[in-house]
Each structure stands twice: as structure tokens, then as C-alpha cells.
């Protein structure tokens, strides 16, 4: 079973500041995707990496995928109260006939303004 | 709005009911997922359907089962409900049938399930 744990559980910032959430696994993963879930929505994709030491930088937002493609992190500068939400990464293999994706429990993260 | 519609948004019902929720995926994508996502949990892989057959089973109990029909909406059922089945259960939708590596899956809003 691949299992992915993502920390911190919880984080609130002030507007402005820094921040990085981690993705960690004893598994290698073919990709690693990243999502952010607002309340009442479904997740929604920011990024996938599929190379070991990858890294995307998305305006603020930088993600990068280990080196032995089990882990990743996600950096946000300088946070804005609409960086508000789930953050949930999901490691991507292949299984059953299939290529599945499996979920961590995700970062929530509150930006007070 | 991510073009993956699930009814009803909301369902509460009693212990040793069924329910359906149904999905409609976005236009044009053959793969139906559905997930469960409790706070405990987090979001759980239950099963896929690629273009009407089964192609993946994650953990999903023997009382639930789900179908993809011909016009590849796809209907999940939840029977012999106990209080632990609330949850909120998302279908989401691609194109591929999941073979590549960077695939996307664009989710619904989600049924929000209460069991009393």
C-alpha cells in the first residue's frame, strides 16, 4: 500500500509571510501531483511532476519532487488570504491494469489577512 | 466549474438504507473515479470505470457498487448504510483511461452523505 503524509496537519500564517508543506513516502512514485480543495468543491490540479529533483514554479507557488521521487514540497511566498485552503498531494503508480493515484490527507492552510 | 456534475449535493438518510449518487463527467471523458473523503481518512479511492467496464478497485466495501452506463454517467450505490459511510463522496472525470502519467482528474463538487 502506498501511503503518502503530508505536514503540517494545520497551518495559519499572517498575509505576507512564507510558508512549506511536505509530501513524504516510503514508496517511489512515477509522478507526484498536487491539489488545492476549497470548502464546498472538489479538489482541484495545480501542478504534476514526474522527474526526480523536478521542479515548477507556478507565480508564488513552487513545487518540487525529490530526488528519488518520494517525496515533494510545495513553497508559497508571500501568502495572500485567497492561498486559503486543503492542500492535498497524490502520488501517482501504476497497478492493477491501471494507473492509480493515491491521496494524502492534505495541509490545511489559513491566511489571515 | 470543472464540468463534472454530481447530484444530490446533500443527502441524509437513516442507518440500513441505500442511496445512489450519480455523476455525469465532463464532456468527452471516458474515466469515471469515485472517491471518499472523511476527515480521518482523507480522500480514499474507491473504484474506476473506463468507457462502461471496471478498470480499478481500490477499497471499496462488498455494500457498495458502482456502474458506468453507455452515455458514461455513472451511478454509485451505498447500501446497508451505517453511521461511518458519512462522508463526502467525490466522482471525478479524465480523459485517458489513467495510463499516463500525467493525467488530471477534474473532480465534482461532491455528495455530502449524513447517516443518523
Known amino acids: 500500500t502506498q501511503l503518502l503524509e503530508q505536514s503540517p496537519q494545520f497551518l495559519s500564517i499572517q498575509e505576507g509571510e512564507n510558508l512549506t508543506v511536505y509530501c513524504n513516502s516510503s514508496?517511489?512514485?512515477?509522478?507526484l501531483q498536487w491539489y488545492r480543495q476549497e470548502p464546498g468543491e472538489g479538489p482541484v490540479l495545480l501542478v504534476t511532476?514526474?522527474?526526480?529533483?523536478e521542479v515548477k514554479k507556478l507565480k508564488r507557488l513552487t513545487f518540487q519532487f525529490g530526488d528519488a521521487r518520494k517525496d515533494s514540497s510545495l513553497h508559497i511566498t508571500a501568502a495572500q488570504p485567497g492561498d486559503t485552503g486543503l492542500y492535498l498531494c497524490?502520488?501517482?503508480?501504476?497497478?492493477?491494469?491501471?494507473?492509480?493515484?493515491?491521496f494524502g490527507k492534505g495541509t490545511k492552510l489559513s491566511v489571515i489577512p | 466549474d470543472s464540468g463534472v456534475t454530481q447530484t444530490p449535493k446533500h443527502l441524509i438518510t437513516a442507518t440500513g438504507q441505500r442511496v445512489t449518487l450519480r455523476c455525469s463527467p465532463r464532456?468527452?471523458?471516458?474515466?469515471v473515479y469515485w472517491y471518499q473523503q472523511s476527515l480521518d481518512q482523507g480522500l480514499q479511492f474507491l473504484i474506476q470505470?473506463?468507457?462502461?467496464?471496471?478498470?480499478a478497485k481500490g477499497n471499496i466495501l462488498e455494500r457498495f457498487s458502482a456502474q458506468q452506463f453507455p452515455d458514461l454517467h455513472s451511478e454509485l450505490n451505498l447500501s446497508s448504510l451505517e453511521l461511518g459511510d458519512s462522508a463526502l463522496y467525490f466522482c471525478?472525470?479524465?480523459?485517458?483511461?489513467?495510463?499516463?502519467?500525467?493525467?488530471?482528474?477534474?473532480f465534482g463538487e461532491g455528495s455530502r452523505l449524513t447517516v443518523l
Open positions: 497524490a502520488g501517482g503508480f501504476s497497478g492493477a491494469g491501471s494507473y492509480q493515484l493515491t
Open positions: 470505470y473506463y468507457n462502461g467496464e471496471e478498470r
Open positions: 511532476v514526474v522527474t526526480g529533483g
Open positions: 464532456s468527452g471523458d471516458l474515466s
Open positions: 471525478a472525470s479524465s480523459l485517458s483511461t489513467g495510463g499516463e502519467r500525467t493525467g488530471e482528474l477534474f
Open positions: 514508496s517511489v512514485f512515477s509522478s
